[in-house]
């Protein structure tokens, strides 16, 4: 089974969206797969998604209430198959971290479809998180039919 991590900035508002969608996505197309989530930043380790995210998720069907913040950690490069960085500058930090050795695979979240960077909706309103879950919601499922595909 394949052992996937999404990561964003603070691990409360995108990267857990992003686990809950890609969970939800893998289970509707009977793909097994091990998804997990954590910030490159560590303000908020330890703490449950933002209420917004979590509001927006359950309406979807999707519950992420239970998940913690976490830091990510030098041995998820080599734990994990693949990383998905959920923005650009997640993206560049994960490329800057990554011990040369390390063999995973890292991509930009939603370079499967037409999504690319998921802006930050943590400083927006309402309609930021329900913006950021149609699009986390698109590229999931980009995400695990590219892995169905054995494109990832
Ligand atoms: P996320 O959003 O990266 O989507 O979890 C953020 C949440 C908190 C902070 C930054 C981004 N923060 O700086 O506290």
Avoid at 71 to 83: H, K, L, M, N, V
Avoid at 115 to 131: C, E, H, Q
């Amino acid at each position: 089974m394949k052992k996937i991590l999404m990561v964003c900035l603070g691990n409360i508002c995108r990267s857990p969206m992003a686990e809950g969608a890609v969970r939800h996505a893998a289970a509707a197309r009977g793909i097994a797969l091990e998804v997990d989530s954590a910030g490159t930043g560590g303000w908020h380790v330890g703490e449950a998604p933002d209420p917004r995210a979590i509001a927006i998720c359950q309406s979807n069907g999707v519950a992420i209430g239970d998940l913690r913040a976490r830091q990510i950690a030098a041995e998820d490069f080599t734990r994990f198959d693949a990383i998905f960085a959920l923005d650009g500058a997640n993206l560049i930090q994960l490329q800057q971290m990554a011990p040369p050795e390390a063999a995973t695979n890292i991509w930009l979240f939603g370079e499967f479809s037409d999504i690319g960077s998921v802006a930050d909706p943590y400083y927006g309103d309402a309609n930021s998180f329900d913006d950021c879950w149609r699009q986390i919601d698109r590229a999931a499922q980009a995400l695990v039919e590219a892995i169905g595909n054995g494109e990832v």
